[in-house]
């Protein structure tokens, strides 16, 4: 059975890392992620567009079967 010892260098890890940053004269941590670009989304720009692009094809849809059964 191994015998767990105490290692005297790590006794700062329970610390935080600003705090152990702070005490060692470091500057603040930045951010390393870059604003990522939104993919262009139509959905969330225009909610409404596919209640939109669903009307006007039923009104094609509904104009055509008008015009198709009225010839001849």
């Known amino acids: 059975m191994k015998k ?7 006794s700062n890890d329970a610390m935080g890392e600003a705090k152990r940053r702070k005490e060692q004269g470091l500057p ?10 939104k ?7 225009y909610p409404r567009l596919p209640l939109y692009i669903g009307l006007i094809f039923g009104l094609y849809l509904i104009f055509d079967f008008i ?3 009225s010839a001849g």
């Open 4 to 10: 767990l010892v105490h290692n005297a260098s790590r």
């Open 28 to 37: 603040a941590r930045t951010s390393k992620k870059e604003a990522k670009s």
């Open 39 to 45: 993919p262009y989304n139509l959905l969330t720009k």
């Open 67 to 69: 015009r198709l059964n």
